[in-house]
């Protein structure tokens, strides 16, 4: 397990990134950048779509529609450095890691919403430990920018722990346990042999 950097937050994940997405990640960088322009929009879908959802919840709300806003500065962002690297858009499938998630997700609440929240605790940690991994790994402007982004999806990773924690506090549910579930997951999805290069895709093959 890689150690977090002073600061950071990806303390959820049970393994680190293998070393070869990294290295197929400094080769296949364009598609690295495309995904994860993509994987902002999402991000920003996913607090919207939590706001939706549990719109009675005023402190979730107020707290997720800022983490939207910072998540689509992100993804203009990286639309600004894809014109600036001349990296065209091309539409890119999505990867398996969010779904391969979302499988385990329970139907029924409030142990749902307890689900969801983990799993986005989960991907904002492995975000921030690919952008530190990446980070010295990529020449500028790439490498700076993915550095800089790194603190923000600490933060994130964060904030969705103590939702779920104060969720499962508030109607008696088990956080850890559905912590440790989740990891077991997150963990496969990020070893297993991976066709598919993608910014949370597995190892690669």
Known sequence: M???????????LAVATPEAWFALACVRW??????HANCEKKAASTALS??????????????L???????????????????????????LSPSRYAEGLRRAVSTAEPQRQLDLMVIGAFIEA????RFVGLAPRLPAPMGAFYGGLAASEARHTVLYRR??????????????R???????????????????FRFHSGLPV
């Open 2 to 12: 890689v150690a977090a950097p002073a600061g950071l937050a990806f303390g959820e």
């Open 30 to 35: 364009q598609e690295l950048l495309i995904d």
């Open 50 to 63: 939590f706001i939706f959802s549990y719109a009675h919840d005023a402190d979730l709300t107020d707290r």
């Open 65 to 91: 529609s800022r983490l939207a806003r910072e998540e689509l500065r992100h993804f203009e962002q990286v639309q600004k450095l894809m014109r600036e690297l001349q990296v065209p858009w091309a539409k």
């Open 126 to 129: 492995r975000s921030c430990e």
């Open 163 to 176: 939702l779920a924690e104060r969720h499962a506090l508030a109607h008696g549910l088990d956080c850890e």
């Open 178 to 196: 559905t912590f440790v579930r989740f990891a077991a997951i997150e963990a496969d999805l990020v070893t297993s042999p991976d066709p598919q």
